[in-house]
């Protein structure tokens, strides 16, 4: 089972980015997936999750209050993907970037917020 993230990188204040979660050996539908955040020294923090889906229409989404309304995340079943869409990004949110299910961690991808 693996899990990768990817889509980081560096953006301006303002501007947007969409990270990637790429399922290997798990189908991603079927299990919550979270994403999270570390700044180094600092503890880790969930900032996104869908529940599961089953195929079925409706995912239940959680955002951490530091980033509702700028933060989305989705589900593309057939890729076997999660996507956390990130817009008017602010320097604050530099970090390290991992994607979770059941237990499985990608390897992080690095957000840069900067001018």
């Known amino acids: 089972v693996q899990l990768q993230a990817s889509g980081g990188g560096l953006v301006q204040p303002g501007g947007s980015l969409r990270l990637s979660c790429a399922g290997s050996?798990?189908?991603?539908?079927?299990?919550?997936v979270g994403w999270f955040r570390q700044v180094p020294g600092k503890e880790r923090e969930g900032i996104s999750c869908v529940s599961s889906s089953h195929g079925g229409k409706y995912d239940r989404t959680y955002s951490a209050d530091s980033v509702k309304g700028r933060f989305t995340i989705s589900r593309d079943n057939a890729r076997n993907m999660v996507y956390l869409q990130m817009n008017s990004l602010k320097p604050e949110v530099t970090a390290l970037y991992y994607c979770?299910?059941?237990?499985?961690w990608g390897q992080g991808t690095l957000v840069t917020v900067s001018s």
């Open positions: 979770a299910s059941r237990s499985h």
């Open positions: 050996g798990l189908t991603l539908d079927y299990y919550a």
